[in-house]
């Protein structure tokens, strides 16, 4: 980071390997240098195919970018590429800058879970993402970290497919940090590589 304010974590851009890749990468290294770019399937090294939003929503916990030939895209994935670009630049500030909390690892789980807090813990921003499908028949239980108990928050999930049904239960309610640290949110991983993405604004 002396010389370079961004660097590559690995040639290897497939979004379930990303997964494992940003989890180690991020132990010494913080978002904001961390590029993650959501990329063409198959992949070009596994020749893996995962759901467009699952890209993306891997890549939103790094530093965004992607190497998408609009051509290639459908009208449906152009709207959602365009929706969570503009999703990505209203949380980067949280992402980038903010404290990185672990909630599950891809290392001995089924799920992968992490999320960042703002450093005056005003808003904070929730990745979770289904590996293996036995995982995701039932709901998985996120008990969240590093939010100021006292403070109630408005959770909200973003990065939504069109018509798709909403992960969580609590979309657009607002609870105690003490209830999402203590009890968590569940949220409904319907298959393998399926994902969700949360924010949480600090009610006024």
Known sequence: LAFADEFWASDDTDARERVFIQWGASQ????CAMAA?????????TKRT??????????????LGFELHPKNLSADEVAF???????YKEIRPTVQQGDLYRLASPYGNDHAALMYVSEDGATACVFVYGLVRRACAENVRIRLDGLDPA?????REVNREKGAKPHVSLDG???????????GILTG??????????????AE
């Open 151 to 155: 403070a109630r928050y408005v959770v």
């Open 50 to 63: 995962t759901p467009f939003k699952f890209r993306f929503d891997v890549a939103m916990s790094g530093r």
């Open 173 to 183: 309610k607002t609870l105690s940090g003490e209830a999402l640290m203590d009890i």
């Open 81 to 87: 590429a365009r929706a969570a670009v503009a999703t």
């Open 28 to 31: 010494f290294y913080p978002a």
């Open 189 to 202: 991983l319907a298959s393998t590589y399926d994902s969700c993405v949360l924010t949480l604004k600090r």
């Open 37 to 45: 770019h959501v990329t063409a399937v198959p992949n070009h090294q």
